[in-house]
């Protein structure tokens, strides 16, 4: 079946770091792929997404490549702030699925100091 | 503003007592659906219902029920609760099917 692996957390990291967030996935067909992210309290929003190979989503600063041939959508940011402290979900849709079902990595905690 | 709520935030309850979690947007979206997060396993999809009258199951329906009566409703339904039911419960919602899902802020159970 479908799944998604990201590295487990938490990142902990110094403001102006660089961040990287691994995320595999495994699925049949060409899924659509998104990060979501979730601040202390809230519900996930979108981060970025992208929807077939070799895109890249891009937001608030944070890259994603859609790299078809090592399965792979990690998630990158140049220098990051103290806002950015969250949860951030991989996930993925595939195209045969019922419905609009995402399917979720675990999660990665990123924890950023001053 | 465009939003997605749920309601209760939070609850505390005992095993078998029957309870309700409302999700209510405001978007005129046609697709809801409901998910339980616990730790390490991400999200996982419970139902979802493509527009009034239309539910089907996701990855993990067992113990839940829903309905659709109204576009803008999609209340998840606990008959008898169960201690595995502890969770923090998310729905979503978005414009149609394969379109961006829109996320309320959450509902953390606890059933005792």
């Known amino acids: 079946g479908d799944s998604v692996t990201q590295m487990e957390g938490p990142v902990t990291l110094s403001e102006e770091a660089f961040l990287t967030i691994n995320c595999t996935y495994t699925?049949?067909?060409?899924?659509?792929l998104f990060w979501y992210v979730q601040y202390p309290g809230e519900g996930l929003q979108l981060l970025l997404k992208?929807?077939?190979?070799?895109d890249k989503g891009s937001n608030k600063g944070f890259e994603a490549t859609y790299r078809k041939e090592t399965t792979s959508f990690h998630l990158e940011k140049g220098s990051v702030q103290v806002s950015d402290s969250a949860v951030y979900f991989c996930?993925?849709?595939?195209?045969?699925?019922?419905?609009?079902?995402?399917?979720f990595g675990g999660g990665t905690r990123l924890m950023v100091k001053p | 503003e465009a939003q997605v709520t749920q309601n209760p935030r939070y609850l505390i309850t005992v095993t078998g007592k029957k309870l309700t979690v409302t999700c209510s947007q405001n978007?005129?979206?046609?697709?809801m659906s409901w998910y339980r997060q616990d730790p390490g396993l991400g999200l996982r999809q419970i139902y979802y219902?493509?527009?009034?009258?239309?539910?089907d199951k996701g990855d993990v329906p067992e113990g839940y029920k829903v309905s659709r009566k109204e576009k803008r409703n999609f209340p998840l339904i606990l008959e008898s609760p169960s201690p595995n039911q502890t969770s923090l419960y998310f729905c979503?919602?978005?414009?149609?099917?394969?379109?961006?899902?829109?996320f309320g802020p959450g509902t953390r159970l606890l059933v005792l």
């Open positions: 219902s493509m527009n009034v009258e239309v539910t």
């Open positions: 978007m005129n979206h046609e697709y």
């Open positions: 979503a919602s978005s414009l149609s099917l394969k379109e961006t899902q829109y």
């Open positions: 992208a929807t077939k190979a070799d």
């Open positions: 699925a049949t067909g060409y899924p659509s």
């Open positions: 996930a993925l849709r595939a195209p045969q699925r019922a419905g609009n079902m995402l399917t």
